[in-house]
């Protein structure tokens, strides 16, 4: 029989169905964590490493967030005292978690041109015309992406090989060309990428990830602080009903 009635069983109940919704956030948080660290993977030797502790930590507290739902939703149905107190510190727990990830997910937005501008400028002297290498690789996947030569232009590469000799990726290949093509950096060269550096289009790439991540965290917190409310309040309720004192 329930000891609640009134307001107090109507916010039981719903504290229950917020339960359910508790439970998607939680597969959300791990869904954007994943697809973001995914995202980051792909471009993993020219990021450092705080861009991949977000979604970690996001993939992490989503996976809490599945679980002590169970919590909620068995305190609550059973309106048992000492399980709506630990949903309700836990989640009290997982909203300050999750209120520092987003926030950090906007400062990493905003950092991430000075720390991506660091690690392209030093990878570039890696990049090898004679031997195959995973930075060589990755440099010409975002030259032809973004449509960029360089990290600010494509004079960068002047340093890298004393020429006027770019990478092919700084160039578009026109149709049906057979034999050799040469892509240099002098002014009546037509081919060229015109997206300027790749400095300016990979860091916005992926600041736009890191505001998804912040907003995630954000949202879904806010979402959760309503429900460390009314976990309190049923905890309380329960508590008055069943004559219990101090914590326990």
């Not at 229950?16 to 994943?34: C, K, P, R």
């Not at 879904?220 to 009314?230: E, R």
Request: charged share 10%; glycine share 10%; aromatic share 12%.
């Amino acid at each position: 029989m329930s000891l609640l009635t009134g307001s107090a069983n109507a916010i039981k109940y719903t504290l229950y169905g917020f339960n359910l919704i508790f439970l998607l956030t939680g597969i959300i948080l791990i869904a954007v964590g994943v697809g973001v660290g995914a995202v980051y993977t792909g471009y993993e030797l020219f990021l450092v490493g705080k861009f991949f502790s977000i979604p970690t930590f996001l993939i992490v507290i989503g996976s809490f967030i599945i679980v002590i739902a169970f919590f909620g939703c068995w305190g609550a149905l059973k309106e048992n005292y000492c399980l709506v107190l630990s949903f309700s510190v836990m989640l009290g727990i997982i909203f300050i978690l999750e209120l520092s990830a987003g926030i950090s997910g906007y400062v990493l937005r905003n950092d991430a041109y000075d720390l991506i501008s660091k690690q392209l400028s030093s990878t570039l002297k890696d990049y090898s015309n004679t031997t195959q290498s995973d930075t060589t690789a990755l440099w010409d996947s975002i030259q032809r992406d973004f449509d960029c030569c360089g990290v600010t232009n494509y004079t960068d590469w002047r340093d890298v090989f004393d020429s006027d000799q770019l990478p092919l990726s700084c160039c578009t290949i026109p149709v049906g060309t057979i034999g050799t093509f040469t892509c240099d950096d002098t002014i009546t060269n037509l081919n060229r990428n015109k997206g300027g550096g790749c400095l300016g289009g990979f860091s916005l790439e992926i600041a736009a990830h890191a505001v998804s991540l912040g907003a995630a965290g954000v949202v879904i917190a806010v979402i959760q602080f309503f429900g460390v409310i009314f976990a309190c309040y049923i905890a309380r309720e329960i508590k008055i009903r069943n004559g219990i004192t101090g914590f326990m």
